[in-house]
T-cell receptor
Framework: AQSVTQLDSQVPVFEEAPVELRCNYS??????LFWYVQYPNQGLQLLLK??????LVESINGFEAEFNKSQTSFHLRKPSVHISDTAEYFC???????????FGTGTKLQVIP | DTGVSQDPRHKITKRGQNVTFRCDPI?????LYWYRQTLGQGPEFLTY????????KSRLLSDRFSAERPKGSFSTLEIQRTEQGDSAMYLC??????????????FGPGTRLTVL
């Protein structure tokens, strides 16, 4: 069975401060990992993905995540957050690439001016 | 707009009524997925289609739920005899399918169902 754990339900952070949203997963086979973002009253948008190759993946708006197989983690980081980053972030995984995606419970990032 | 669309965006109904939601995927995508998202939770997989064939159904999908994709394009999700526990956001996603290369899912805005 596959599972995703996001321990932090809410993360408040001041604008321009760094942030890390934690994600741990469990799977017995190879995984594809994702971070989705959900802005208020909008659908899920893919932020970044790890499929293979380099363990560090980046998004176009400054977020990055590192796949750590030994620690079964895929934490999301940004060195300096902006007000517009306020949203809910979901970590997700697909075990084996069969496109049956399991989501974590989400982390609400609140950027404080 | 070439993204995934869902209709309606909001639905309020009384317990015991039937409701139907529609999802229009990205046109060239052959896979279509339905998820349910309740408050404080991440999306949970309900079912998916490869073209018109429904290939997998979650245990979350009780007998009151039925999904169709008759021509391999749009899909409908019907809930019969709604219960208050059915109140949730129903999300649709689509993808090109296949494992190599991996094709991620694109999500629609969702239909928020409130059962009174």
């Amino acid at each position: 069975a596959q599972s995703v754990t996001q321990l932090d339900s809410q993360v408040p952070v001041f604008e321009e401060a760094p942030v890390e949203l934690r994600c741990n997963y469990s799977s017995s086979v190879s995984v594809y990992l994702f971070w989705y973002v959900q802005y208020p009253n909008q659908g899920l948008q893919l932020l970044l993905k790890y499929l293979s190759g380099s363990t560090l993946v980046e998004s176009i708006n400054g977020f990055e995540a590192e796949f750590n197989k030994s620690q079964t983690s895929f934490h999301l980081r940004k060195p300096s957050v902006h007000i517009s980053d306020t949203a809910e972030y979901f970590c997700a995984l697909d075990s084996g690439g069969y496109q049956k995606v399991t989501f974590g419970t989400g982390t609400k990032l609140q950027v404080i001016p | 707009d070439t993204g995934v669309s869902q209709d309606p965006r909001h639905k309020i109904t009384k317990r015991g009524q039937n409701v139907t939601f529609r999802c229009d995927p990205i046109s060239e995508h052959n896979r279509l997925y339905w998820y349910r998202q309740t408050l404080g939770q991440g999306p949970e997989f309900l079912t998916y289609f490869q073209n018109e064939a429904q290939l997998e159904k979650s245990r979350l999908l009780s007998d009151r739920f039925s999904a169709e994709r008759p021509k391999g394009s749009f899909s409908t999700l019907e809930i019969q005899r709604t219960e208050q526990g059915d109140s949730a956001m129903y999300l649709c996603a689509s993808s090109l399918g296949g494992r190599t290369p991996y094709n991620e899912q694109f999500f629609g805005p969702g239909t928020r169902l409130t059962v009174l």
